[in-house]
């Protein structure tokens, strides 16, 4: 989910929050026979983040993310409740 949040240096940044797909650092983790920790996921996620900011002007560039533990709070269609997963 991204969203703006308020930071004291740069004024308005955008931010990322993200729910990580298991599965696919399970599978990453056997195919590449490594072992998946938090330093190497938070690795791999912003060097993501860094391929699609290239497209973007300094304005709109993802500048921080957050690692979801867990689900998004979600209305009975399955859409993200912006207003409960947003941080205070």
């Given at each position: 989910?991204?969203?703006?949040?308020?930071?004291?240096k740069h004024g308005e940044i955008i931010k990322v929050q993200i729910n990580v797909d298991a599965e696919a650092?399970?599978?990453?983790?056997?195919?590449?026979?490594?072992?998946?920790?938090?330093?190497?996921?938070s690795?791999?996620?912003?060097?993501?983040?860094?391929?699609?900011?290239?497209?973007?002007?300094?304005?709109?560039r993802v500048q921080d993310f957050i690692i979801r533990d867990k689900e998004f709070e979600k209305t009975t269609s399955q859409k993200i409740k912006r207003c409960a997963n947003v941080p205070e």
């Open positions: 989910m991204v969203y703006a949040e308020q930071n004291i650092f399970i599978e990453l983790s056997e195919k590449e026979n490594i072992e998946i920790n938090e330093k190497v996921i690795d791999i996620i912003s060097k993501e983040i860094q391929k699609v900011n290239k497209g973007f002007a300094s304005f709109k």
